[in-house]
């Protein structure tokens, strides 16, 4: 609605207040909304939904792999010290 109407008043910015109103939600939460739809569909640069979400999925996998190797290394220690004691 807002691009609809922008495109009918020939202006790039504004006109967030007025849809907000009509639809009942709060202006910026419309204008956050809008700034992601146009970055989503190219026509503004910044980074896209799904490239954030990929990035979230990955800083997952980092964590994840983190404690992984950790628990790896603890371990490792664990038994280089449990086979380097002399038995009775």
């Given amino acids: 609605m807002v691009r609809q109407l922008r495109k009918e008043l020939g202006t790039t910015h504004g ?14 939460s ?5 700034k ?6 190219g026509v503004e640069p910044g980074l896209s939904t799904a490239a ?3 990035v979230k999925e990955l800083e997952q996998e980092n ?4 404690r992984a ?10 038994f280089a010290a449990e086979l ?5």
């Fill in 84 to 88: 380097d004691r002399p038995w009775k």
């Fill in 30 to 34: 419309l204008r956050v909304w809008v």
């Fill in 36 to 41: 992601q739809a146009d970055v989503d569909e």
């Fill in 69 to 78: 190797n950790d628990l790896l290394k603890r371990s490792a220690a664990f």
């Fill in 15 to 28: 006109r967030v207040q007025r849809v907000a109103d009509q639809i009942g939600c709060g202006v910026e």
């Fill in 63 to 66: 964590r994840e792999l983190r």
């Fill in 52 to 54: 954030a979400e990929r």
